[in-house]
Nanobody
Framework: VQLQAYGGGLVQAGGSLRLSCAASGRAFSVHDVGWFRQAPGKEREFVAAISWSGGTTRYADSVKGRFTISRDNAKNTVYLQMNRLKPEDTAVYYC????????????????WGQGTQVTVSS
């Protein structure tokens, strides 16, 4: 599975962005997917995850109620809708895929895409 994240950009605080994680490979639809982010000088951290069916989602406390993860297996794409963005959401965002939702909430996920920069101005 190869992943590519895109959709980042510069947005004012309170604004919205939608990130996409596009995957290649027929097996993508049976993989769980997670989003992570890494701010300058900080460790990469978990943001959100979704099961292969879309029936189970997980969120970091810092984004609950503001971010929504979803997927369209027909398009081999997972989305991260980010609303009410804050300057502290500024980071490079990565998507990752793995065999269980527990795995894709950690840095042990098997497949990783390159990151996309999100910058939130105050």
């Amino acid at each position: 599975v190869q992943l590519q994240a895109y959709g980042g950009g510069l947005v004012q605080a309170g604004g919205s962005l939608r990130l996409s994680c596009a995957a290649s490979g027929r097996a993508f639809s049976v993989h769980d997917v997670g989003w992570f982010r890494q701010a300058p000088g900080k460790e990469r951290e978990f943001v959100a995850a979704i099961s292969w069916s879309g029936g189970t989602t997980r969120y970091a406390d810092s984004v609950k109620g503001r971010f929504t993860i979803s997927r369209d297996n027909a398009k081999n794409t997972v989305y991260l809708q980010m609303n009410r963005l804050k300057p502290e959401d500024t980071a490079v965002y990565y998507c990752a895929a793995g065999s269980t939702i527990e795995v894709v909430t950690t840095l042990n996920a098997k497949y990783w895409g390159q990151g996309t920069q999100v910058t939130v101005s105050s």
